[in-house]
């Protein structure tokens, strides 16, 4: 048993050094592309470097987009765990935000305390997530539809009707863009912590992050969860249900993508203006990935991508770097992170000299049995 812990502490440490180690080389190439491409690299590489940190403006909003990427990086860890690549993560994100906006403007206004009305409408993005997350799941379970493609055409057909809310049922018509009318005060989360003006939605992303690790590793549920995902014959051979825990999972999934569209409007729009999905639903993607859908290390992952998404924006603005090479680093992190045999190889033999050290210890041990006994 003690072999085996040591065997698994190793495994644990390797895997977070393995993600370290990709976001390090990620990092390193994105350094080097900006040394190749820009005409004051010297300079381009302090601004993508300390431009995130520059001011108390741009620390704020490094946090506040780490908000979206750690809400949807827990709910991309559901769908992971049990290997369900349900996408539908995207449309919820932005139809949560277009229905709690409506439901706040349209219904509850300012009658409400925002001690009633915040958590009224996270509730509200939550069963938004659950009913869309239950399409593709439930045509996966019963008519073995592949939950990729059914939940990336369902993110076009949702998007077009969040839209249509938008033009049709929300838009002040009194302004020049298209947008709803003012979000009430009781909906708009208050900013904390002075010059940072950080919105409070960090607050509600990590609570989410402690209760879904609660779930995941303290709870028979998550354990169940993560066997199905590990070993789904084994879960069968065990008895467990893998298709109920594996749709349980998505649509748990799908709440938290709901209360993260919730979430950004409440923490960061004075009005619902999206026309287009934000693209978090699939950061979220990215970040579970980065984490290796462990909830616990999501705000690592998220906060990061945020650094990087920050710092891109200040070389674009103040120089003569496109923002689009972000693209780049993030596709490095992927291919680096996902790759099973990143690092394998010192794992094993971590492990196999753990192995050797504890056998020759057996050995010894037995060897000075013999020899108490003559």
């Given at each position: 048993?003690?072999?085996?812990?040591?065997?698994?502490?190793?495994?644990?440490?390797?895997?977070?050094?393995?993600?370290?180690?990709?976001?390090?080389?990620?990092?390193?190439?994105?350094?080097?592309?900006?040394?190749?491409?820009?005409?004051?690299?010297?300079?381009?590489?302090?601004?993508?470097?300390?431009?995130?940190?520059?001011?108390?403006?741009?620390?704020?909003?490094?946090?506040?987009?780490?908000?979206?990427?750690?809400?949807?990086?827990?709910?991309?860890?559901?769908?992971?765990?049990?290997?369900?690549?349900?996408?539908?993560?995207?449309?919820?994100?932005?139809?949560?935000?277009?229905?709690?906006?409506?439901?706040?403007?349209?219904?509850?206004?300012?009658?409400?305390?925002?001690?009633?009305?915040?958590?009224?409408?996270?509730?509200?993005?939550?069963?938004?997530?659950?009913?869309?997350?239950?399409?593709?799941?439930?045509?996966?379970?019963?008519?073995?539809?592949?939950?990729?493609?059914?939940?990336?055409?369902?993110?076009?057909?949702?998007?077009?009707?969040?839209?249509?809310?938008?033009?049709?049922?929300?838009?002040?018509?009194?302004?020049?863009?298209?947008?709803?009318?003012?979000?009430?005060?009781?909906?708009?989360?208050?900013?904390?912590?002075?010059?940072?003006?950080?919105?409070?939605?960090?607050?509600?992303?990590?609570?989410?992050?402690?209760?879904?690790?609660?779930?995941?590793?303290?709870?028979?549920?998550?354990?169940?969860?993560?066997?199905?995902?590990?070993?789904?014959?084994?879960?069968?051979?065990?008895?467990?249900?893998?298709?109920?825990?594996?749709?349980?999972?998505?649509?748990?999934?799908?709440?938290i993508a709901g209360i993260g569209g919730a979430t950004e409007i409440m923490n960061s729009y004075p009005r619902y203006n999206w026309m287009a999905t934000t693209g978090h639903g699939f950061d979220g993607l990215l970040v579970a990935v980065l984490a290796k859908k462990n909830p616990i290390l999501v705000p690592i992952g998220a906060l990061f991508?945020?650094?990087?998404?920050?710092?891109?924006?200040?070389?674009?603005?103040?120089?003569?770097i496109p923002y689009e090479f972000i693209t780049v680093i993030q596709g490095i992190i992927i291919l680096l992170v996902a790759a099973e045999s990143f690092l394998s190889g010192t794992k094993n033999r971590l492990i196999f000299r753990e192995v050797q050290k504890e056998e020759e210890e057996k050995k010894k041990a037995l060897e000075a049995t013999?020899?108490?006994?003559?």
């Amino acid at each position: 048993m003690k072999g085996s812990r040591k065997t698994q502490l190793i495994e644990s440490i390797m895997e977070v050094v393995r993600i370290v180690a990709g976001m390090a080389i990620a990092y390193g190439v994105a350094l080097l592309i900006l040394f190749l491409i820009s005409d004051d690299p010297a300079f381009i590489i302090k601004q993508f470097i300390l431009g995130p940190f520059s001011s108390p403006r741009r620390i704020g909003s490094m946090i506040n987009l780490a908000v979206p990427f750690i809400i949807c990086g827990i709910s991309m860890c559901f769908m992971y765990a049990v290997n369900k690549f349900n996408l539908i993560g995207e449309s919820i994100f932005m139809l949560a935000g277009c229905i709690i906006s409506f439901v706040g403007i349209k219904i509850i206004g300012n009658a409400l305390p925002m001690i009633v009305t915040v958590p009224l409408l996270l509730i509200v993005g939550a069963l938004v997530g659950v009913v869309l997350a239950f399409i593709p799941a439930i045509m996966d379970r019963k008519l073995n539809a592949n939950v990729v493609v059914v939940s990336l055409m369902l993110n076009s057909v949702v998007a077009q009707f969040a839209i249509w809310i938008l033009r049709y049922h929300m838009r002040d018509t009194t302004i020049g863009m298209t947008a709803s009318e003012l979000i009430p005060e009781s909906m708009q989360l208050p900013t904390i912590f002075g010059k940072l003006k950080i919105g409070s939605g960090i607050i509600i992303a990590l609570i989410l992050v402690i209760i879904v690790s609660i779930v995941f590793f303290k709870t028979s549920f998550g354990w169940k969860m993560r066997i199905v995902g590990a070993n789904p014959h084994f879960a069968k051979a065990v008895g467990f249900s893998t298709l109920g825990v594996s749709f349980a999972a998505q649509l748990l999934g799908g709440a938290i993508a709901g209360i993260g569209g919730a979430t950004e409007i409440m923490n960061s729009y004075p009005r619902y203006n999206w026309m287009a999905t934000t693209g978090h639903g699939f950061d979220g993607l990215l970040v579970a990935v980065l984490a290796k859908k462990n909830p616990i290390l999501v705000p690592i992952g998220a906060l990061f991508l945020a650094y990087i998404r920050i710092g891109a924006n200040v070389v674009n603005t103040s120089g003569d770097i496109p923002y689009e090479f972000i693209t780049v680093i993030q596709g490095i992190i992927i291919l680096l992170v996902a790759a099973e045999s990143f690092l394998s190889g010192t794992k094993n033999r971590l492990i196999f000299r753990e192995v050797q050290k504890e056998e020759e210890e057996k050995k010894k041990a037995l060897e000075a049995t013999k020899e108490e006994a003559k």
